[in-house]
């Protein structure tokens, strides 16, 4: 809980100087970059991390190593992650961002979690569905889990919409474990 409260003060402190800027998607851009890089380097992020390397040296490397593809702005907010002990929030602190940037834009993520992958028909009238439902621009974000047997679930925000045949079959096996034995019809042979 508290680290995605820190991580949702830090995005809003982005996200206001990124108004301010009026440089929004440029910072989503950049912010997505960099926090790919960092990701994809395990020899970056074990520099970040490293207990014995002063905040003055990995902000020199994160200067040399990004300087050229960030903003001022960007640059520094990296630089006050490092300071305070935060660098390893940047995940955390880029979906946050993101998150605020989408609704500043009125788009909306959806994941669609689906037994098989779906065809791009059904994925365009899905899209549309939901764009029509929810009145803003979706985005799709797919996974398949065979296990769901049929039907799909929906992740939007913090809300989830199950309709798996998995989750259907769950709902009825707890309504059949609760019904007593003699309402179902079935006679006991007690001799």
Do not use: C, W
């Amino acid at each position: 809980m508290l680290r995605n409260q820190i991580a949702e003060r830090y995005a809003q402190a982005l996200f206001d100087l990124a108004m301010e800027e009026k440089a929004l998607e440029e910072t989503q851009t950049q912010f997505h970059g960099i926090v790919g890089a960092i990701d994809s380097n395990d020899e970056l992020k074990q520099l970040l991390s490293h207990p014995k390397l002063s905040n003055g040296q990995k902000k020199e490397t994160l200067t040399k190593v990004f300087e050229k593809n960030l903003s001022n702005y960007l640059m520094n907010f990296i630089k006050i992650l490092v300071d305070k002990g935060r660098v390893d929030y940047l995940q955390a602190i880029y979906q946050q961002f993101k998150k605020l940037v989408d609704i500043q834009e009125g788009r909306l993520e959806v994941q669609v979690i689906s037994p098989i992958e779906l065809s791009a028909k059904y994925q365009d009238k899905l899209k549309l569905k939901l764009e029509d439902t929810t009145k803003k621009e979706v985005a799709l974000k797919l996974k398949v889990q065979p296990e769901l047997l049929g039907g799909l679930v929906l992740k939007i925000g913090d809300k989830i919409i199950d309709g798996s045949l998995l989750n259907h079959l769950k709902k009825l096996e707890n309504k059949l474990k609760g019904l007593e034995v003699s309402k179902l019809g079935v006679k006991i042979d007690e001799s």
